[in-house]
C-alpha cells in the first residue's frame, strides 16, 4: 500500500511539474494562435443572448473566454472588411472598397497579422477564406508575405454558385435557400466540411514541431446561398420562426443609407417571387424561410467549430493556444426591409468577437481536464453555459490585430496617424488586452467605433450595394459609441480618395437607449447639431469631426437643450 501512494504521489508531482512548464511557456510569450473567422455573422449566438439560435460549441468557448458585446466592422462588405482588419488599417487606408485592387499595390506595402507573426517564427497557416480570394489578395491570399506555406482552399467550394439546389420537383437551380443531401453533392461534401478536416489535420502536423503557429480558419458561412446540410433545418421548425421586430424601411432612413440587396435578388428561388426593386418587400413566409435558413446555417458552423476546438483538446493544445472567434461583418435579416449587409446599420457592422487566452480568461486546465469537449447540437439542445467575461465597451475589428499580437508576448505596435500610407508597422485600432479577464457591468461612453459605406449616388441605383471605386460619389461615414449612431453622408471624389466633409448630402442620428433598432432617425430636428457639424467638418478629420459631433449630442441630452 506504502508503495502505491508513493508511486501516485510522484506521479502527480510529475503532472504538476508539467503543469509548471506549461506556465512558464505562458508567461514566455510562446503561445499559439487558432484565429477562427466566419462568413457574414452577426452576433445571432446563445452567448450573446439571442432566444433562438442554437450553438453550444460557440458559447462553451464563451463561457472561458473574453466576449466583447459591442464590436463593429469598418465596412460591411467582404474583401476591404478582411483586408482592414488583417492589416489593423481602415478603408480609406488599404484605398480598398470593392474587390478590384491590392492594397501592397494600391496603396501601401503594409504588414498583416499574420505576416507579423510569421516575422515573429511563427509557421502560419491558412485554411478556408481568411483573405478574400482574387484581386483583393493579389490571387494568392497573400502568399507568401502572410504565410508559411500556400493557402488551402476546399475543392468542393467550385460548386458553390451552381446549379446543385434542388427544387421539389427535382430540378437543380442556383437558389438562395439550398439545403441539401450531402452524400448528393459533388464531391459528397461541401467547402467547410473541408475545412474542418484540414484545420484538424493541419493541428495534428503542428503537434510535434518545435515552432509555434498562427492558424486561421476561415468558414464560409452563413454567408449565401445558405447550401447547407438539410438536417440542420430541423433544428428551427418554420412555424416557429418569427419576422424582424422592424420589417419596414424608416420614414426617415435617406434614400443613399438604404440597401436594396441586389446580390439576394440573383438567387433562381428570389427571381420567381418578382420582387419589385429597391424596396419590395420579400413576401413574408419567404421571410420566415431565409431566416430559418440562416440560423441553420450558424448551427451549421458552430459544430465545426466545436470540432477544431475538440481536436485542440485532444492534442492538448488548448492551454497554449489563443483562439480568436469572429466574423467579418454582420448580415441584415430582414430589418428596416434590407437583407444581406452593405450597409451602416448595426445589423450590418456588428460582429461576434471571443478571445479565449488560456490563464487569463480561464485557469489553464489540470492534467487531464478538457477545454472544450464537443457538443452535438442535436443531442444537446438544453446545454447551458456560465457567462465569460464579458466586455460592453465599443470596440473594433482593427483592434484584433494589436490585441493579439500583445496577448502573444510580441511586441507591441505602435500607432499610426490615421490615414497613414507609411508601410512602416503600426495599427490604426487599439490594444484591448487589457480588457481580458475582467468584467464591466457598463460600457466606456468615450469609445467609438468607426465604419464606412460607399454609394453610387444619393438615389438606389442597380450598384448601390457594391459599387465599383470610379462609381463612388458619397461616402457614408459612421460614428458608434454606447449611446450614439450618427451618420454623415459626404461628397466622395474616388480618383483622389478624397471625402468633401463640407458637402454633406444626408445624415442619421440614432439615440440607442430610446431606439435600440435604428428605426428612428432624428438628425433632420438637430439644428445645433448642423451647425456644429458643418464648422467641425472644416476642421478635422472625418472621425474627430463625428466625435466631437458626438460629445456634442450627449451634452444636449444631459442640458435638456431639445426634446428628442
Not at 506549461?22 to 450573446?48: E, Q, S
Not at 478603408?91 to 501592397?104: G, K
Not at 506595402?109 to 481568411?130: E, I, R
Not at 487599439?430 to 444619393?458: C, I, K, T, V, W
Request: a negative charge; aromatic letters at 12%.
Amino acid at each position: 500500500m506504502r508503495l502505491k501512494m508513493f508511486s501516485r504521489t510522484h506521479i502527480w508531482l510529475l503532472l504538476f511539474m508539467v503543469y509548471l512548464l506549461d506556465l512558464c511557456m505562458f508567461a514566455k510569450g510562446k503561445l499559439n494562435v487558432l484565429y477562427i473567422i466566419a462568413d457574414d455573422l452577426r452576433p445571432t449566438l446563445g452567448c450573446y443572448s439571442d432566444p433562438v439560435v442554437k450553438s453550444p460549441n460557440i458559447d462553451q468557448l464563451a463561457s472561458k473566454s473574453t466576449v466583447f458585446n459591442n464590436t463593429f466592422a469598418q465596412q460591411a462588405v467582404c474583401a476591404p472588411s478582411r483586408t482592414s482588419f488583417l492589416t489593423s488599417r481602415r478603408p480609406d487606408t488599404t484605398r480598398l472598397y470593392d474587390f478590384n485592387s491590392y492594397w501592397r499595390v494600391s496603396a501601401g506595402n503594409y504588414t498583416t497579422l499574420p505576416q507579423y507573426f510569421k516575422s515573429n517564427g511563427y509557421t502560419t497557416l491558412s485554411v478556408g477564406k481568411v483573405f478574400h480570394p482574387g484581386i483583393a489578395s493579389n490571387h494568392t491570399d497573400d502568399y507568401p508575405y502572410s504565410w508559411s506555406v500556400p493557402p488551402y482552399h476546399p475543392p468542393s467550394f467550385i460548386y458553390e454558385k451552381r446549379k446543385v439546389c434542388k427544387n421539389k420537383d427535382g430540378t437543380l437551380h442556383s437558389n438562395l435557400l439550398c439545403s441539401v443531401n450531402v452524400s448528393e453533392m459533388p464531391l459528397r461534401t461541401l467547402p467547410d466540411l473541408e475545412n474542418t478536416e484540414e484545420a484538424i489535420r493541419l493541428l495534428k502536423a503542428m503537434k510535434d514541431t518545435q515552432s509555434p503557429f498562427f492558424l486561421a480558419v476561415g468558414f464560409y458561412k452563413p454567408h449565401i446561398p445558405f447550401r447547407i446540410p438539410v438536417e440542420y433545418l430541423k433544428l428551427y421548425p418554420i412555424e416557429n420562426m418569427t419576422l424582424a421586430p422592424d420589417p419596414y424601411v424608416p420614414k426617415k432612413l435617406p434614400e443613399v443609407a438604404y440597401n436594396p440587396w441586389t446580390d439576394i435578388r440573383k438567387r433562381e428561388d428570389v427571381q420567381a417571387l418578382n420582387v419589385s426593386f429597391p424596396y419590395g418587400p420579400i413576401p413574408k413566409d419567404f421571410q420566415l424561410r431565409i431566416r430559418q435558413h440562416y440560423f441553420a446555417a450558424i448551427s451549421y458552423v458552430d459544430a465545426q467549430v466545436g470540432k477544431i476546438l475538440q481536436a485542440l483538446d485532444d492534442l492538448d493544445l488548448a492551454k497554449e493556444t489563443i483562439v480568436v472567434f469572429t466574423s467579418d461583418h454582420g448580415w441584415s435579416l430582414g430589418e428596416h426591409g434590407e437583407w444581406a449587409k452593405y450597409s451602416n446599420f448595426d445589423v450590418a457592422t456588428r460582429v461576434p468577437l471571443i478571445v479565449y487566452a488560456p490563464g487569463v480568461t480561464s485557469p489553464l486546465p489540470r492534467p487531464g481536464e478538457k477545454t472544450f469537449p464537443y457538443v452535438n447540437v442535436f443531442e444537446n439542445m438544453q446545454e447551458q453555459f456560465d457567462e465569460g467575461f464579458v466586455v460592453h465597451t465599443v470596440v473594433e475589428l482593427v483592434d484584433v490585430f494589436p490585441t493579439v499580437a500583445s496577448l502573444a508576448g510580441l511586441a507591441s505596435l505602435p500607432k499610426c496617424h490615421s490615414p497613414s500610407f507609411k508601410t512602416d508597422l503600426c495599427t490604426e485600432g487599439s490594444n484591448r488586452a487589457h480588457l481580458l479577464g475582467h468584467y464591466e457591468s457598463d460600457a466606456n461612453d468615450e469609445a467609438y467605433a468607426f465604419s464606412q459605406y460607399p454609394r453610387p449616388s444619393d438615389t438606389i441605383q442597380d450598384d448601390s450595394d457594391l459599387p465599383s471605386l470610379a462609381n463612388i460619389t458619397v461616402m457614408g461615414y459612421s460614428a458608434r459609441s454606447a449611446e450614439f449612431h450618427f451618420t454623415l453622408w459626404v461628397g466622395f471624389d474616388s480618383s483622389r480618395f478624397y471625402a468633401n466633409l463640407s458637402d454633406v448630402h444626408a445624415g442619421e442620428l440614432y439615440i440607442l437607449s430610446q431606439d435600440p433598432n435604428e428605426d428612428d432617425n432624428i438628425y433632420d430636428q438637430q439644428v445645433h447639431a448642423k451647425l456644429l457639424m458643418l464648422k467641425l467638418c472644416m476642421q478635422h478629420s472625418w472621425m474627430e469631426s463625428l466625435k466631437e459631433n458626438m460629445m456634442y449630442f450627449r451634452e444636449v441630452l444631459k442640458r435638456k437643450w431639445t426634446t428628442f
